[in-house]
């Protein structure tokens, strides 16, 4: 197991193979392993170790026999000791053969004569096999034990910069150039040895460049034997007369890996950038999808499964189980799998996702598509509790209205029905009818009550279906201003030529009777609230007109939403604009509050006029 962190999230990362029966776990022997975990490069080791070594040889020549065969393989022994333990099991290796070669050639003067064969290369050569073997093991199993204790930074995908082509192409060129050159170099020999390192290392250069660093070190070890052996007195032997030779060579060497190191890192370096890039410029789609509205768990990884290809899924853990809650793309039998652990209840599994989606881009997307999750599931909270509040304030309406707006006239009746039902006063005419005209006002307001309470409710609900035809505005107004008090105060204008309006006549009557209502109940005794019709291209406007004190322009938008009321002393409770606001938009109208001139409020009702084209009896639902 191994994690990595995004912003504040612990993020787990395991890959595995396959699930056994029952739920999911990592496949065993399919762990993923950090980069670092394997030591540091050997682009890093290697020139460092050559150094170092090139020091040792360096101190066991000037010292000339002071230093003896085991001082110098000590000291080769704590060169490799010291390296191994700290690179990847693939320089330890070379590591150890240029060890056995500084050995072998600075154990005793003349010095840089490589006798390979003898007791000395022979304990030599044990020594530093079992120094360079205990050690890497060594370091391996120290990696692994911090590892278990320290989570490291998962990155399944690390590029060398290099491809396989460029390196068989650079091994190649060794191995092609080097007996080439040495062939032409033999025929037009050169009196200096500098020449002769100089156009070797063009070759180790150009070897390098194309294949990276493994063919450049392989070509600057191959180049050092051809030119100690064929150019470097005495010839055809590994020993070196000259000192001045011997240290041209050792130095051509390291500087042959130095180069090696500089251009396989720089293309590291290349590779890491780009892959940088490219995640960069994944992600900036993800924030623009997210940005854009598509913010569900499912658009995250479909974003995903679009980019970078393969499947992936977001999984939930459910009364012990895992729950999957939203996914994308089609899984590729046999591919490895790796999931991202959130939080102990959320994972993201990936599979078959192209080389493009690195470890760290593939948690950005996990902490986005669980951040997407709980974004969802807080708006479906938000929205429960809205409809809660909404529901509670309906209530507190509804207790309210029951209270006050249907005890009053309720109580108004039952007394009236009372006084005339008592046997031991004797009532008047006149008095008999104030008080049947009482009941009848009463019941009349109860009627408008519950009627707009009802209708009320079929809004909410969704189930009204208007019945749309040709509906003629001067038949329908006069209608609604039955059982409206004061109804004969109404000013109802409308032109002869007025077209016929697209509706349904039930429900505009209820339209009117609410504003007329309003529209009676808010204006002065001296000046007359009216309705106003006139033609405006397909539509007809219909303004319904009152001189009272008018409303707020903050507040009419607020009119005409369910229970307000400006006035808590005003009767009523607060539906009938409400109403009048669903049923207008219901049949394909509009309604809105503007200033009356010289005060009071105008409530504009626009619906749509019947065409020319279409039949005067329209008699269906459009």
Same mark, same amino acid.
């Given at each position: 197991?191994?994690s990595?962190?995004?912003?504040?999230?612990?993020?787990?990362?395991?890959?595995? @193979?396959?699930?056994?029966?029952r739920?999911?776990?990592?496949h065993?022997?399919?762990? +993923?392993?950090s980069?670092?975990r394997?030591g540091?490069p050997a682009?890093?080791?290697?020139p460092a170790?050559?150094a170092? /070594?090139?020091?040792?040889g360096?101190v066991a020549?000037g &010292?000339?026999g002071?230093l003896d065969?085991?001082?110098?393989l000590?000291c080769?022994?704590?060169?490799?000791?010291?390296l191994?333990? !700290?690179s990847?099991?693939t320089?330890?290796?070379?590591?150890?053969?240029?060890?056995?070669?500084?050995?072998v050639?600075?154990?005793r003067p003349?010095y840089a004569?490589l006798?390979?064969?003898?007791? +000395?290369?022979?304990?030599?050569?044990i #020594?530093?096999a079992?120094?360079?073997?205990?050690?890497?093991?060594a370091g391996? +199993?120290?990696r692994q034990?911090?590892?278990?204790?320290?989570?490291e930074t998962? =990155?399944r995908?690390?590029?060398?910069?290099?491809?396989?082509?460029?390196?068989?192409a650079g091994?190649?060129?060794a191995a092609?150039?080097?007996p080439?050159?040495?062939a032409?170099?033999?025929?037009?020999?050169s009196?200096?040895l500098s020449d002769?390192l100089?156009?070797?290392?063009?070759?180790?250069v150009a070897?390098?460049v194309?294949?990276g660093?493994?063919?450049?070190?392989?070509a600057?070890v191959a180049?050092?034997?051809?030119?100690?052996w064929?150019?470097t007195?005495?010839l055809?032997?590994?020993t070196?007369?000259?000192?001045?030779n011997?240290?041209?060579l050792?130095?051509f060497?390291t500087?042959?890996?130095?180069?090696?190191?500089?251009?396989?890192?720089?293309?590291r370096?290349?590779?890491?950038?780009?892959?940088s890039?490219?995640?960069?410029?994944?992600?900036?789609?993800?924030?623009?999808?997210v940005?854009?509205?598509?913010?569900t768990p499912?658009d995250?990884?479909?974003?995903?499964?679009?980019s970078?290809g393969?499947?992936a899924q977001? &999984?939930e853990?459910?009364?012990g189980r895992?729950?999957?809650?939203?996914?994308?793309?089609?899984?590729?039998?046999?591919?490895s799998t790796?999931r991202?652990?959130v939080r102990?209840?959320?994972? /993201?599994?990936?599979? @078959?996702?192209a080389?493009?989606? #690195?470890?760290?881009?593939?948690?950005?997307?996990t902490? *986005?598509a669980?951040?997407?999750?709980d974004?969802?599931?807080?708006?479906?909270?938000?929205?429960?509790?809205e409809?809660?509040?909404?529901g509670?304030?309906?209530r507190t309406a509804?207790?309210?209205?029951?209270s006050? =707006?249907?005890? #009053?006239?309720?109580?108004? %009746?039952?007394?009236?029905?009372?006084?005339?039902?008592? #046997?031991?006063?004797?009532?008047?005419?006149? $008095?008999?009818a104030?008080l049947l005209?009482? %009941?009848?006002?009463?019941?009349?307001r109860?009627?408008a009550l519950?009627?707009?309470?009802?209708d009320?409710?079929?809004?909410q609900a969704?189930? &009204?279906?208007p019945?749309?035809?040709?509906?003629?505005i001067?038949?329908v107004?006069?209608v609604?201003l039955?059982?409206l008090? $004061?109804?004969?105060?109404m000013?109802?204008?409308?032109?002869?030529d007025l077209p016929?309006?697209?509706a349904d006549?039930?429900?505009?009557?209820? +339209?009117?009777?609410n504003?007329?209502?309003?529209a009676l109940?808010h204006s002065?005794? =001296?000046?007359?609230?009216?309705?106003?019709?006139r033609? =405006?291209g397909?539509? !007809?406007?219909?303004?319904?007109?009152?001189?009272?004190c008018?409303?707020?322009?903050?507040?009419?938008?607020? %009119?005409?939403?369910p229970f307000?009321?400006?006035?808590?002393?005003?009767?009523g409770?607060g539906l009938?604009?409400?109403?009048?606001?669903?049923f207008a938009e219901?049949?394909?109208?509009a309604?809105?509050?503007?200033?009356?001139?010289?005060?009071?409020?105008?409530?504009?009702v626009t619906?749509?006029?019947?065409?020319?084209?279409?039949p005067?009896?329209?008699?269906?639902? *459009?």
């Amino acid at each position: 197991m191994a994690s990595t962190m995004t912003g504040s999230r612990h993020l787990v990362a395991w890959s595995r @193979g396959s699930y056994g029966p029952r739920g999911y776990g990592p496949h065993r022997g399919s762990r +993923v392993r950090s980069p670092w975990r394997r030591g540091l490069p050997a682009p890093y080791v290697l020139p460092a170790g050559f150094a170092a /070594l090139l020091a040792v040889g360096t101190v066991a020549a000037g &010292l000339h026999g002071r230093l003896d065969a085991t001082g110098v393989l000590i000291c080769c022994a704590i060169v490799v000791g010291a390296l191994a333990p !700290v690179s990847e099991p693939t320089a330890a290796a070379p590591l150890a053969v240029i060890a056995w070669l500084t050995a072998v050639g600075f154990s005793r003067p003349p010095y840089a004569d490589l006798r390979l064969t003898g007791e +000395v290369a022979s304990r030599a050569a044990i #020594t530093l096999a079992a120094t360079a073997f205990a050690a890497a093991i060594a370091g391996a +199993v120290v990696r692994q034990w911090s590892a278990r204790v320290k989570l490291e930074t998962v =990155d399944r995908r690390r590029e060398s910069g290099i491809d396989l082509r460029r390196q068989l192409a650079g091994g190649a060129i060794a191995a092609v150039g080097l007996p080439a050159l040495t062939a032409v170099l033999s025929v037009f020999r050169s009196p200096d040895l500098s020449d002769d390192l100089l156009i070797y290392l063009v070759l180790v250069v150009a070897a390098t460049v194309v294949g990276g660093f493994w063919p450049g070190v392989l070509a600057a070890v191959a180049a050092c034997l051809l030119l100690n052996w064929y150019f470097t007195v005495p010839l055809h032997t590994f020993t070196i007369a000259e000192p001045r030779n011997l240290l041209a060579l050792v130095l051509f060497v390291t500087v042959a890996v130095a180069v090696s190191s500089v251009v396989h890192l720089a293309a590291r370096r290349e590779a890491d950038a780009s892959r940088s890039a490219r995640e960069t410029e994944s992600l900036l789609g993800l924030a623009q999808t997210v940005l854009g509205g598509a913010d569900t768990p499912a658009d995250v990884l479909d974003h995903l499964t679009s980019s970078h290809g393969g499947h992936a899924q977001l &999984l939930e853990r459910v009364s012990g189980r895992w729950i999957m809650v939203a996914s994308s793309g089609a899984p590729e039998p046999g591919a490895s799998t790796l999931r991202f652990e959130v939080r102990p209840d959320l994972a /993201l599994e990936v599979n @078959g996702q192209a080389a493009s989606a #690195t470890t760290s881009l593939l948690a950005g997307y996990t902490a *986005q598509a669980v951040a997407a999750l709980d974004r969802a599931r807080l708006r479906t909270q938000a929205a429960q509790a809205e409809a809660l509040a909404e529901g509670d304030r309906m209530r507190t309406a509804l207790l309210r209205a029951v209270s006050h =707006d249907l005890r #009053t006239p309720l109580a108004s %009746i039952k007394a009236s029905v009372s006084s005339l039902r008592q #046997t031991d006063v004797s009532w008047s005419p006149e $008095d008999e009818a104030e008080l049947l005209a009482n %009941i009848e006002q009463n019941a009349d307001r109860l009627d408008a009550l519950v009627g707009n309470l009802l209708d009320m409710s079929r809004l909410q609900a969704g189930s &009204l279906a208007p019945f749309l035809r040709a509906t003629a505005i001067d038949e329908v107004a006069p209608v609604a201003l039955r059982g409206l008090d $004061d109804s004969d105060q109404m000013l109802i204008v409308v032109p002869d030529d007025l077209p016929l309006v697209r509706a349904d006549p039930g429900l505009l009557e209820r +339209v009117f009777a609410n504003l007329f209502s309003n529209a009676l109940r808010h204006s002065p005794p =001296d000046q007359r609230p009216s309705l106003r019709a006139r033609e =405006d291209g397909d539509r !007809v406007i219909l303004d319904v007109i009152d001189h009272g004190c008018g409303v707020p322009a903050d507040l009419k938008e607020r %009119i005409f939403e369910p229970f307000a009321r400006l006035d808590e002393r005003s009767p009523g409770v607060g539906l009938g604009l409400a109403v009048a606001k669903g049923f207008a938009e219901a049949m394909g109208g509009a309604i809105v509050a503007i200033d009356t001139p010289r005060g009071g409020l105008t409530v504009r009702v626009t619906m749509p006029a019947l065409t020319s084209d279409v039949p005067a009896a329209l008699g269906a639902d *459009q």
